[in-house]
């Protein structure tokens, strides 16, 4: 592969065939939290496939307020009428962005109600869960996919295939890492991250999975074992073991991953790819407000790969709504979400046994 024939058309949608439609994907917002209003409505106001029909919160008021803001926004429901199938035929697919605890009841209800369901990440707070959440999505038949953003962002696709075609030779090490200080970006010590009912974890689940998954679509493998050190000093996360964590994942072929996280860091991000012959790097890489940039060394070359910057957020819908309109599965189901949940909890057994964990 020549290089100038991947870099000329960076930002390609290579999963994509269909760019417009007469029927776009209706969504309904299940939470309507900052998240919901600032990054994802947006995302799918911008974008040719879906559009948002319904909002979905335990705040009448607050949904409708939000949905008076919105051209296409037909109902503000609450999560009671959510159950109840109120308005039901107003949308098609579910994206579903409350505290991971409570993913469940809600993917629950829209498979039952013969939805699709984009399901944000982590997909829940305990294995079992996530479990379940796969098992109804197969009983009804309903599309599932695991929100990872990383997976439909340009750079991060084009990294793929240079490592495919083998400018960083045999993959030997990959380093991630996520930091960011959650309480100067959310200012409230009772937050959900920092509830470990709610959450399942708190670095190493909430933002060590970008690190985790986006190893796992870089190497197109998935991990056998891991190692992990968690460690909570400041009083207000004393209700969850990891304000900060690091952990190594084994993959086959001996390449290992070492994944850094932190809630109470200097905000920073990368993912970085060492081989036999080169090394690929993305820094910044998992914010969506930061510009990505691509870093290639590669014999006596080391290029930063410009390209224009594309809405991760938009991408990951238009993708997934491409799939619905072409009957197509995504490549981040459920399964493929259960295998993170599996990992970071390991992290977790890892870390307080100090021992290494072998995964299934």
């Known amino acids: 592969m020549e290089l100038s024939s991947l870099t000329d058309d960076f930002d390609r949608r290579d999963w ?3 760019t417009e439609t007469d029927d776009p994907v209706r969504f309904a917002m299940v939470g309507v939290g900052w998240w919901t209003r ?4 947006p995302a799918v106001v911008a974008s040719d496939l879906s559009e948002t029909t319904v909002l979905v919160s335990g705040d009448r008021e607050k949904a409708e307020s939000v949905a008076s803001e919105s051209e296409t926004v037909e109902h503000a429901l609450t999560y009671d009428e959510f159950h109840d199938g109120v308005a039901s035929d ?3 697919a579910v994206y579903v962005v409350t505290p991971n605890a409570r993913h469940l009841e809600y993917v629950e209800t829209a498979a039952e109600l013969g939805k699709a369901v984009l399901c944000e990440k982590p997909m829940e707070a305990t294995v079992e869960r996530a479990e379940r959440m796969v098992e109804v999505c197969d009983e009804h038949d309903a599309t599932l996919m695991i929100a990872y953003r990383m997976q439909t962002e340009p750079a991060v696709r084009r990294a793929k295939e240079l490592i495919s ?3 960083v030779g045999d993959p030997v090490f990959v380093h991630g890492n996520m930091t960011e200080p959650i309480l100067e970006l959310v200012p409230n010590p009772d937050q959900w991250r920092l509830d470990w009912d709610l959450s399942g974890g708190c670095a190493a689940m909430d933002i060590g999975i970008y690190s985790l998954n986006t190893a796992r679509f870089l190497l197109d493998d ?7 050190s968690v460690a909570s000093v400041q009083p207000e996360f004393d209700d969850v073991p990891d304000e900060h964590a690091a952990f190594q994942l084994d993959f086959p072929g001996n390449t290992f991953a070492l994944c850094t996280a932190s809630q109470n860091a200097h905000m920073a991000s990368h993912i970085r ?9 993305i820094e910044p890489a998992f914010y969506p407000w930061d ?23 938009q991408e990951e819908f238009e993708y997934f709504a491409h799939c619905l ?9 459920g399964e493929h979400g259960l295998t993170d949940i599996r990992a970071i909890k390991a992290v977790y057994e890892a870390a307080e046994s100090g021992e290494t964990v072998e995964l299934d």
Not at 222 to 228: F, K, S
Not at 273 to 281: F, I, M
Not at 325 to 333: G, K, S, V
């Open 291 to 313: 510009d990505r940039k691509l870093h290639l060394s590669h014999g006596d070359a080391d290029v930063q790969i410009e390209f224009e910057q594309r809405d991760q957020m």
């Open 222 to 228: 998935d991990p056998l074992r891991v190692r992990g």
């Open 38 to 41: 600032e990054q994802a409505m």
């Open 325 to 333: 309109l072409t009957d197509a599965e995504p490549h981040a189901d």
């Open 273 to 281: 790819v060492t081989g036999t012959e080169g090394q690929l790097r």
């Open 90 to 92: 107003a949308y098609d």
């Open 165 to 167: 075609a083998g400018y």
């Open 16 to 18: 994509q065939d269909v």
